[in-house]
């Protein structure tokens, strides 16, 4: 699948996705993705940023009130209009613009830090993506970023639950087939059904790799694997959001740092 179609997609997504997003119904991202992620973030004041793959800005704005100077971009044109009309009533002094990943428009070593909230693994080309992301940052620089569980969010996932409705096990399939653009359909858990009888699901392309995969890109992109982040629910989370007591059982998402290196290889050479 070529990155225009993968663009497309997302910007027939977009106007949904902001719209419930932002009425609280990715309860996965709430309550748990995003603030686990920003728990395992590096301090980041006045460090310059770039979120890749931004959608309407949420996560960016997190990252503006910690205090970076913030740049953020994404395929969808849709997206950025919320997110820069966002902006205009709360500014926080962020930069938002329309670009694809793998050709970003900003001179290398530009970014003390990137991040990458649950987009590098909808990109056709994430190979590419991360060279691009390894040109932008500065030496001793670093990308966090976000993903499915390649182990345990292969293209078969299924909950299996008992008879009360706690999870029992998380059956998975398809480790191993690689996909290309596969498409997904999906809504957010916490939509209500008046609101799923008007509205057609997400339809997201899909480009599963292997953990081995992803490390051999990493590694390819000349980054440097600094941390791994599993998250989970605690239980009192649980209780309250009860959608999320799978994350219990086994992790759904995979949170990821590397580093550029501080010298360039003619450097470590000599």
Not at 91 to 109: Q, R
Not at 143 to 168: A, D, M, W, Y
Request: aromatic share 10%; hydrophobic share 40%.
């Amino acid at each position: 699948m070529q990155r225009s179609e993968v663009a497309q997609y997302w910007e027939a997504n977009a106007e949904t996705w902001t719209r419930h997003a932002r009425a609280g119904y990715d309860i996965y991202r709430d309550g748990l993705n995003t603030p686990a992620f920003l728990d395992m973030l590096p301090p980041i004041q006045g460090l310059s940023g770039l979120d890749i793959g931004c959608g309407e800005g949420f996560n960016t704005r997190q990252l503006a009130r910690r205090g970076a100077r913030m740049k953020a971009i994404d395929i969808a044109p849709t997206f950025i209009r919320h997110a820069q009309e966002t902006e205009q009533t709360e500014s926080l002094g962020i930069e938002y613009s329309v670009a694809d990943a793998t050709d970003m428009p900003f001179a290398s070593c530009s970014f003390d830090f990137t991040t990458a909230f649950m987009s590098m693994m909808d990109m056709a080309d994430s190979g590419a993506a991360l060279c691009e992301t390894a040109r932008v940052l500065r030496p001793g620089g670093f990308l966090q970023f976000s993903i499915l569980h390649p182990c345990f969010v292969p293209p078969h996932r299924k909950v299996l639950r008992e008879p009360n409705g706690t999870t029992r096990a998380i059956e998975i399939g398809g480790y191993f087939d690689a996909t290309d653009g596969r498409i997904d359909t999906f809504r957010f858990e916490n939509v209500p059904e008046e609101e799923r009888q008007r509205t057609e699901p997400f339809r997201v392309p899909r480009f599963h790799r292997t953990l081995s995969g992803w490390v051999d890109l990493i590694v390819a992109a000349g980054l440097i694997i600094e941390r791994f982040g599993e998250p989970r629910v605690s239980m009192e989370v649980a209780e309250v959001e009860p959608v999320l007591e799978d994350t219990l059982v086994a992790p759904l998402f995979l949170h990821i740092r590397v580093l550029k290196d501080s010298e360039s290889p003619r450097m470590r050479q000599s």
